[in-house]
């Protein structure tokens, strides 16, 4: 009970809009006081105060509106020394794994304001505190990906925070291999299709605009992938394969109804449809760099972080595979990856400068270098790519 409720909190957090600033404050100073290191401040503090009131709400004390500015320069200069200001990062499903090393890998550099998007308040700032990440780098904010609303109300309550966006990471997901019936979304779609691949796909295009109005010098939108999407490796080749087909399922909204709940209009298989999305996943990152690239500077990637083996994302696998997993792939195909060192890899590409390419896939080596990694065939097939675009507009209601 206590849980459900603080789950709801954030999205019932009132904060009043402020419209967003662009005048430039480059190098402004007033009786030595950088105006910049004022305005850096007012991000975090605005989301501090933020999180101090979901922390009142939970002891049912009604929160009250509060003033944002926003932070509209990208340097802040102190001592005539120029510095960049924090970003803001938005990570989906930070409450674990992947994600949750990530914020942790990210608030280390002090450099960042970290949101932690998730569906579960209470296990994020649990998870953050356990992490060991310190207050003052983060702030969760609630998001259910498998429900359009809740996409659309996370936008709203960040949007009132006033902070920018200048990094989106659509990191969450879920994988049911053992399910022998499909189980869906909020509106009807498929869980894992509906999920990973159409709450993010909502999301990135919403929050779009708002990375467009950052004047952060390198905006991202990263989109996880996986090899196991990727028919063009071993991995991706374990059955069963990931395979879009001809879209007829995903085109009549995978709703188990009248239509397949799976992408190709197959049967139900629910580690088909965790590849499916990460395919979508994949080809989502694509089309947005050919769409937007040129015309916003928005850096788009994708990457795979390693065989993070040990993370919840097997926790709907049967007992005897969560046990012999890690092994297998630390001993056997070496693709094991500690969450701590996939952290460290994916926020590289947050925010590393010499990852700025877009419209890549990266992958790291042994000696864990990162490089510009193939898609398979139908992982970079942009037909494909468009179609899937087109399709999941319709589905999430932008078309
Ligand atoms: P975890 O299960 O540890 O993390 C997944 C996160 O997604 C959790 O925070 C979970 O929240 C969140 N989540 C699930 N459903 C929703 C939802 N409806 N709304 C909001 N958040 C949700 O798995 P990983 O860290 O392994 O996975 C992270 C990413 O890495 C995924 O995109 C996955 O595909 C990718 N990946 C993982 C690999 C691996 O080997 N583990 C390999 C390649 C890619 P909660 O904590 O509440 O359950
Ligand atoms: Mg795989 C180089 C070989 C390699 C790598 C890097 C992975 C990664 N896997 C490899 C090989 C194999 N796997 C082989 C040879 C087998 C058959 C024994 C195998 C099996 C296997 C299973 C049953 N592997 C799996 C599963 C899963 O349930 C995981 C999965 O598909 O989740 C979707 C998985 C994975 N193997 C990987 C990675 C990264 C995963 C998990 C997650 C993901 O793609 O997100």
């Not at 510095?83 to 990210?106: C, D, E, F, Q, W």
């Not at 932690?116 to 953050?128: G, V, W």
């Not at 159409?198 to 990263?222: M, T, V």
Request: with cysteine.
């Amino acid at each position: 009970m206590a849980l459900q409720a603080a789950a709801l909190l954030p999205s019932a957090l009132s904060i009043p809009k402020e419209g967003k600033s662009s005048a430039s404050l480059k190098d402004t100073t007033f009786l030595g006081i950088s105006f910049s290191d004022h305005v850096r401040t007012e991000c975090s503090s605005a989301l501090r105060i933020k999180k101090e009131s979901n922390q009142r709400k939970l002891f049912h004390v009604r929160a009250q509106s509060v003033a944002t500015t926003t932070p509209a320069i990208n340097w802040a200069a102190s001592d005539g020394k120029k510095t960049l200001r924090k970003g803001t990062v938005v990570i989906t499903g930070a409450s674990s794994g992947l994600g949750l090393a990530t914020a942790k890998a990210l608030a280390e550099t002090g450099k960042w304001d970290i949101i932690m998007a998730c569906r579960d308040f209470l296990k994020a700032e649990r998870a953050a505190k356990s992490a060991g990440i310190a207050k003052e780098h983060y702030t969760v904010m609630h998001l259910d990906l498998s429900s359009l609303d809740s996409v659309r109300q996370f936008v709203d309550n960040f949007r009132r925070s006033g902070c920018p966006l200048d990094v989106l990471v659509c990191n969450a997901a879920v994988y049911l291999p053992t399910a022998k019936e499909p189980t869906f979304t909020a509106e009807g779609f498929e869980l894992s299709v509906g999920t990973n691949h159409l709450g993010h796909f909502l999301l990135s295009r919403l929050l779009l605009d708002d990375l467009k109005q950052s004047d952060y010098p390198s905006k991202r939108l990263i989109i996880v992938g996986s090899i196991t999407g990727n028919t063009n490796t071993l991995a991706g080749n374990v059955p069963p394969k990931a395979n879009l087909g001809d879209m007829r399922g995903l085109a009549g909204g995978l709703s188990g109804l009248n239509s397949s709940a799976m992408v190709d209009g197959g049967e139900f298989d629910g580690a088909k449809a965790y590849k499916d999305s990460k395919v979508c996943n994949m080809l989502t990152m694509q089309e947005f760099h050919r769409r937007y690239h040129e015309e916003t500077g928005i850096t788009f990637a994708s990457l795979y972080p390693g065989c993070i083996a040990t993370t919840g994302l097997f926790r709907e696998h049967i007992p005897l595979f969560r046990l012999l997993f890690p092994p297998f792939q630390k001993y056997i195909t070496k693709g094991f990856v500690s969450e701590e060192e996939s952290g460290k890899r994916l926020a590289q590409v947050v925010s590393e400068p010499s990852l700025t390419k877009s419209g890549v896939y990266w992958s790291w080596n042994k000696d864990s270098a990162s490089f510009q990694n193939q898609l398979s065939q139908e992982a970079s097939d942009s037909e494909k790519a468009r179609k899937v675009w087109e399709l999941s507009e319709k589905l999430v209601g932008l078309a």
